[in-house]
């Protein structure tokens, strides 16, 4: 494997909300697995893959930055290899996941996606949503104001109004989901999977895990659970994934939120390899293609 040279990318701090730690141990896990099976990888920062032309077909990546993505979507246009891909990480943006989830049937909270200048009380009394998160739409959340919890519509039509003041033009609301909070992470074509309660490990980006709180440890199918998000994954073009889940009081499972490579915090020394055998399988279907 001497020959494979890959270029590897590291997330931008900014889209590191409290992990950039966890984000860059993940990354570094993986590279260091794969120069263990005789790849070469060039490490990048996020700046210098902007800036600069890069010379390996293969580019590992956990960019987030809207011109780095740009980037990754020219150069995967142009025949190189992009793990994720920049347009799957460009599908994990609020407004598109949402559409995306739920225009190919995947479990996904009833939401209405809209402009944030806009009245929306009525809409939420008629759709008889109560308690509703808000989400920035256009992009990943950076702040902890980009996810916001709203008791009722007037709360929600008051965020909605600040978030338009902040600059963000669309949202995407989603129904209260009651039940228990999970958080999941796996990898395309893989059985490997992995999930906790992040409320009872006390694992936290923003602390929202507090609005569901403790879990109660309701019963659900995991290899359903598995099977969704492996669909989820292909259909989102993400091969590198994680999220959240709802798990309701029949056991009804739900996705609230999918990720593009995540920082696998609780399970990166078990996951890492894993990563590393995703990328290595894609590179050797990726060389078939090109023969």
């Known amino acids: ?90 599908n994990c943006t609020r407004e598109r996941m949402t559409r995306i989830l739920l225009g190919n049937g995947i479990p996904y ?30 992009f990943h959340a950076m702040h902890k104001e980009d996810v916001s919890y709203c008791r009722h519509p007037q709360e929600a039509q008051e965020v909605l109004h600040e978030y338009f003041y902040r600059g963000i033009r669309r949202a995407v609301i989603n129904i209260h989901l009651v039940g228990d909070l999970i958080k999941f992470y796996g990898v395309q074509g893989q059985d490997w999977f992995y999930w906790f309660y992040p409320f009872d490990e006390g694992h936290s980006k923003y602390g929202h895990e507090a609005v569901n709180g403790k879990s109660q440890g309701i019963k659900f199918d995991m290899e359903a659970l598995k099977e969704t998000c492996q669909k989820a994954s292909e259909i989102m ?15 009804t499972v739900r996705i609230i939120d999918f990720n593009d490579w995540p920082s696998f915090a609780p399970c990166r020394v078990e996951a890492a390899p894993h990563l590393a055998k995703c990328a290595l399988q894609s590179i050797k279907s990726w060389r078939k293609r090109n023969k």
Not at 13 to 23: L, V
Not at 237 to 251: N, R, T
Request: charged share 35%; with cysteine.
């Open 109 to 138: 909270p009833d939401s209405l996606i809209v402009n944030t200048n806009e009245d929306v009380r009525a809409q939420l009394e008629e759709k008889g949503f109560s308690k509703v998160w808000i989400k920035r739409g256009d």
């Open 237 to 251: 073009d993400v091969k590198i994934f994680g999220g959240d889940c709802i798990v309701a009081e029949d056991g």
């Open 1 to 90: 494997m001497a020959d494979i040279k890959i270029a590897g990318v590291m997330r931008a701090g900014a889209y590191s909300p409290n992990h950039i730690g966890n984000d860059a141990a993940i990354f570094n896990a993986v590279t260091d697995q794969l120069r263990k099976r005789g790849c070469e990888v060039r490490v990048y920062s996020e700046e210098q893959f902007r800036n600069q032309d890069i010379e390996e077909d293969i580019i590992l990546n956990m960019c987030r930055e809207q011109q780095s993505i740009e980037k990754l979507e020219r150069l995967e246009d142009e025949g190189k290899l992009v793990i994720n891909s920049g347009y799957g990480i460009e």
